[in-house]
């Protein structure tokens, strides 16, 4: 085990996808959403879960940190990533991600003016998904913008849209995070500090590339499991 090194025209603009209009409701899941839990990625059943691409974005420059959130962004990206090549290499249209539940990446859609009426810049990532969300609800659809956020929240419904917590809308059931809480002692603590790496216990419920927090007491180590 090894501790981890690891211009928008100020018109509106509605270019989402040109999919055929779908009853399901619009999911437009945002990256705080993602980052405090990766498994809501799939956490909603007869749904259309729509990621705008600013939210791909703000994984990648997320995916280095040596925390939670980076666990959490790497392994949206993986399933991206896998979903992707299932679908033949493009998530610009619908994918089945089981539950009667479809993903798609919607890189197109703004709906500017409405953002911009209300004082906010397109120049933030928030008010840019804001802004999509704005432009899919534009054409009928039953849109709802989930985020952890409570500020992105009270925007999106500023400009009408129906907004919740994630926790609202999803199913509730036991995830696996990417990492685990592990019992330790001060001693393997301090080894893997000045060492670099420790044994893990054999019961340790960690795979292979999963984050392990050592604790002991007040004591408390981020480490990564090599195998």
Not at 146 to 160: C, T
């Amino acid at each position: 085990v090894g501790i981890d090194d690891i211009s928008v025209d100020c018109h509106t603009v509605v270019g989402v996808s040109d999919e055929k209009q779908d009853l399901k409701k619009q999911i437009v899941l945002d990256t705080s959403t993602l980052l405090s839990d990766p498994d809501s990625l799939t956490g909603f059943p007869d749904c259309d879960i729509v990621l705008p691409l600013t939210v791909i974005e703000e994984l990648d420059s997320a995916k280095s940190r040596v925390d939670a959130q980076g666990a959490a962004a790497r392994k949206v990206i993986r399933y991206l990533e896998k979903s992707r090549l299932e679908a033949g290499g493009d998530l610009q249209k619908k994918v089945n991600i089981g539950k009667n539940s479809t993903l798609r990446i919607e890189i197109n859609g703004y709906k500017s003016q409405s953002v911009l009426s209300m004082g906010l810049s397109l120049e933030r990532n928030d008010n840019r998904i804001i802004a999509t969300a704005l432009a899919i609800a534009s054409l009928g659809q039953d849109v709802c913008l989930v985020s952890v956020d409570v500020n992105m929240r009270v925007k999106a419904a500023a400009l009408g849209l129906t907004a919740s917590d994630w926790q609202t809308l999803a199913i509730t059931s036991p995830r696996v995070h990417g990492w685990h809480s592990v019992q330790s002692t001060q001693n393997i603590i301090d080894t893997l500090y000045s060492q670099g790496r420790v044994g893990l216990p054999q019961d340790c419920p960690a795979s292979i590339n999963e984050f392990v927090v050592l604790q002991a007491g007040s004591s408390s180590a981020l480490c990564v499991h090599k195998g």
